[in-house]
Nanobody, 127 residues
């Protein structure tokens, strides 16, 4: 059974860092485009970042560009989201999602285009 599991969330002070992990079972992440999404209470889900198959092209929301970095460790079958200089407005539940198709700048942030989703991990940025 295809499964994605996020981890690494928690409580951090403004300006701090966290690294989220997205681990897969029953399939090889390298063959999929992986997106990170987040949803804050009362707000719509938004795309945060994506690393696309087959060439590893990366995309970021303007709100996180320069602060977040997405990467993939094929040996561990895991995708990471390194989050630095965190702000209170980054507080949300973060989800990773996978899709077998290549993603482009025009569509990477559309959650409906991803087939598989994890259960989410809470990130809270507060002093």
């Amino acid at each position: 059974q295809v499964q994605l599991v996020e981890s690494g969330g928690g409580l951090v002070q403004p300006g701090g860092s966290l690294r989220l992990s997205c681990a897969a079972s029953a399939f090889t992440l390298n063959y999929y485009s992986i997106g990170w999404f987040r949803q804050a209470p009362g707000k719509e889900r938004e795309g945060v970042s994506c690393i696309s198959r087959p060439d590893g092209s990366t995309y970021y929301a303007d709100s996180v560009k320069g602060r977040f970095t997405i990467s993939r460790d094929n040996a561990k079958n895991t995708v990471y989201l390194q989050m630095n200089s965190l702000k209170p407005e980054d507080t949300a539940v973060y989800y990773c999602a996978a899709d077998p198709l290549r993603k482009y700048r025009s569509n990477w942030s559309k959650g409906d285009l991803y087939d598989y989703w994890g259960q989410g991990t809470q990130v809270t940025v507060s002093s």
